[in-house]
């Protein structure tokens, strides 16, 4: 499934722009990218721990270590998407008091990006996937053409986790665990994926 074309793109512009401000300046041994932004820095301990518990259980989520092939499975995967945002929302309470960190960033990039692909599977599917979010059994397929957009956004939700979960792995120093290789994503961004960012400069909000 990985040479669907994107049915829609993921827009972080403000969140990168933020980072640029933030970080674009800095210089530390540790090095992250995020998409249309690379730089380097020096996360704290808060941070380092905080990312490692991030790193191992997100590895073991099943949106990103099993095909979605069929209603039940699609069901489990929106679920796992659900479970992954309460974690992420905990993780980001953990981290109040670092809230203008990089692993504050990533973790926010991932939760935008969840909220714009449950977005997107909820007006594709006619109402099939709101009753799929809140725990309804699927009474029906989901239509032919629903089911193609539904795969490419999945495939994109997928991949960018996966790449913000790269990146916080640098954080936390350690590899990530358990990821079989077949459902593992190089580093590059597909940047293709997400919209473009327009012209910026030092006063931009």
């Not at 041994?29 to 820095?41: E, H, N």
């Not at 979605?68 to 699609?74: A, P, Q, V, Y």
């Not at 009474?139 to 089911?147: A, D, E, I, R, T």
Request: proline residues 5%.
């Amino acid at each position: 499934m990985r040479d669907l074309v994107p049915p829609f793109r993921f827009d972080l512009s403000n969140h990168i722009k933020k980072a640029r401000r933030k970080f674009n300046t800095r210089v530390g041994s540790v090095s992250i990218s995020i998409p249309f932004l690379s730089f380097s820095l020096n996360p704290d301990d808060l941070e380092t721990r905080v990312a490692r518990e991030i790193v191992i259980r997100m590895a073991d989520r099943r949106v990103l270590n099993a095909n979605e092939c069929c209603d039940n499975c699609i069901a489990q995967a929106l679920e796992s998407l659900q479970e992954i945002r309460r974690f992420l929302v905990d993780k980001q309470v953990e981290l109040s008091g670092a809230t203008d960190g990089v692993l504050y960033l990533l973790i926010e990039l991932q939760l935008e990006a969840i909220r714009q692909f449950l977005t997107f599977v909820e007006r594709q599917s006619d109402g099939v996937a709101a009753s799929l979010l809140e725990g309804h059994p699927v009474q029906h397929h989901l239509p032919s053409m629903c089911l193609v957009h539904y795969f490419a956004a999945f495939e994109m939700i997928r991949s960018h986790l996966y790449r913000c979960l790269f990146q916080i792995s640098k954080i936390a120093s350690i590899e990530i665990p358990k990821i079989s290789s077949p459902m593992r994503y190089d580093e590059a961004w597909q940047l293709e994926a997400y919209e473009p960012l327009k012209s910026f400069n030092s006063t931009d909000p």
